[in-house]
């Protein structure tokens, strides 16, 4: 797995309390695994967005054409969280 992918992975998966090696995350559906409250997956967003704004290898990796814009970066962010993002926990 490519360093910056771990990195970003390796966060998301704090905010569940998993262990990022304890996941197969080459199986179908690995990210179904795990829920996360609607304010874990907003930090998640916010520190992926900064990640993305202060990290051009970050950048690099996730983006087909690197930008700073923030309209491109939040765009990327919701979008590996829609893609790879746990489930949200069902309010009681």
């Known amino acids: ?7 970003i992975l390796t966060k998301m998966f704090s905010y569940v309390g998993a262990d990022i090696d304890e996941v197969d995350t080459t199986k179908d559906s690995w990210f179904s695994k795990h829920e996360w409250s ?3 997956r907003e930090n ?3 520190w992926l967005e900064r990640r993305l704004r ?3 290898k970050t950048r690099e990796f996730l983006m087909a054409h690197p930008s700073k814009r923030t309209k491109d970066i939040e765009a990327v962010a919701s979008l590996f969280i829609f893609n790879y993002g746990w489930k949200i926990k069902k309010e009681d």
């Open 1 to 7: 797995m490519k360093k910056e992918l771990r990195t």
């Open 38 to 40: 609607v304010k874990n």
């Open 44 to 46: 998640f967003r916010k």
């Open 54 to 56: 202060i990290n051009k």
